[in-house]
């Protein structure tokens, strides 16, 4: 069994700064890609960074030169810098991280209970 813990989220003033993470713990064989996705309110979940095995990295424009992804695979822990957070970043982030487990031998994607990111002054 596997188990994702995000930590993180908060109340921010816009300009500001926080640092979202994801440890997954339990029965992990081998990670493949470990990304944030976010949803809003009254909107559908918009991926927003995503980082895979060979370092390579992909984000949403609407972040791009704001957020920093970053893995830390012997940890098999995601994180997610965001630098001058906006109003419209405001939603509930959900890490995921693909990975084979040593029950399950396929990859498939294994979801964080969420955390809020609010931006307000």
């Known amino acids: 069994q596997v188990q994702l813990v995000e930590s993180g989220g908060g109340l921010v003033q816009p300009g500001g700064s926080l640092r979202l993470s994801c440890a997954a713990s339990g029965d992990i064989f081998m990670t493949n890609a470990m990304g944030w996705y976010r949803q809003a309110p009254g909107k559908e979940r918009e991926l927003v960074a995503v980082?895979?095995?060979?370092?390579?990295?992909n984000y949403a424009d609407s972040v791009k030169g704001r957020f920093t992804i970053s893995g830390d695979n012997a940890k098999n822990t995601v994180y997610l810098q965001m630098n001058n957070l906006k109003p419209e970043d405001r939603a509930v982030y959900y890490c995921?991280?693909?990975?084979?487990?040593?029950?399950?031998?396929?990859?498939?994607?294994?979801w964080g209970q969420g955390t809020q990111v609010t931006v307000s002054s």
């Open positions: 980082i895979i095995s060979n370092g390579n990295t």
């Open positions: 995921y991280i693909r990975m084979r487990t040593t029950v399950v031998p396929l990859y498939r994607d294994y």
